[in-house]
């Protein structure tokens, strides 16, 4: 009788530990779902995929009148192997009249437009889901890459945004960069300390 009794016992302890075992492996795998969901394939690329559209929308907006309509760009979030399958990227595909090439072969003037471009696309986008406004704009720089034209056309597109900005601030060495804006401060350095006048 003894030994029935153990067998018995043994038989219970086993199924409760069968049932625990399932339900840990329950659990594991609703952990396992959550860290899919959360993962960089699961609601961080949905996220992703949903603000695609808006921010390819908005920098070529800019990108078009930075270019007289010559350049646009392309958000791509999935590239196809080598080995086979698909593999998650964010590729930005820029094209003009000869049409799309690496980013690499574009000039730097060229380059330096998609850039603010899509910078600007990114910052609305993220001001507008974040519910605030964007208000002012720092561009620091970056006019050397262009030629006459190209800086034409970027100080062209500064002032065509103005409107969505309480204030847009351009760092610049440049002097005729400088001489087409409406308001300026000038810093000159000299021997006992920076000077500030406001033109």
Not at 49 to 66: K, Y
């Amino acid at each position: 009788m003894n030994g029935r009794k153990q067998q018995l016992l043994k038989r219970h302890r086993r199924n409760k530990r069968i049932a625990e075992l399932e339900a840990v492996n329950m659990e594991l795998g609703i952990y396992n779902q959550l860290r899919e969901a959360f993962g960089k394939k699961g609601l961080q690329a949905m996220i992703i995929e949903s603000a695609i559209p808006e921010v390819e929308a908005e920098a070529n907006r800019l990108l078009a009148r930075m270019s007289e309509g010559r350049m646009s760009l392309r958000l791509e979030t999935q590239r196809e192997k080598v080995t086979g399958g698909v593999a998650e990227t964010l590729d930005i595909i820029i094209s003009d009249e000869l049409g799309p090439r690496p980013y690499e072969m574009y000039s730097g003037g060229e380059a330096f437009r998609a850039n603010l471009a899509l910078r600007i696309a990114i910052s609305k986008l993220l001001a507008r889901r974040a519910g605030a406004q964007l208000q002012t704009l720092i561009i620091d720089e970056g006019f050397g890459s262009q030629d006459a034209q190209g800086r034409s056309l970027v100080v062209e597109a500064i002032n065509s945004i103005q409107e969505d900005f309480a204030r847009i601030i351009v760092i610049t060495h440049i002097e005729e960069i400088r001489d087409l804006f409406p308001a300026r401060i000038d810093v000159v350095k000299t021997p006992s300390g920076s000077r500030v006048s406001v033109a």
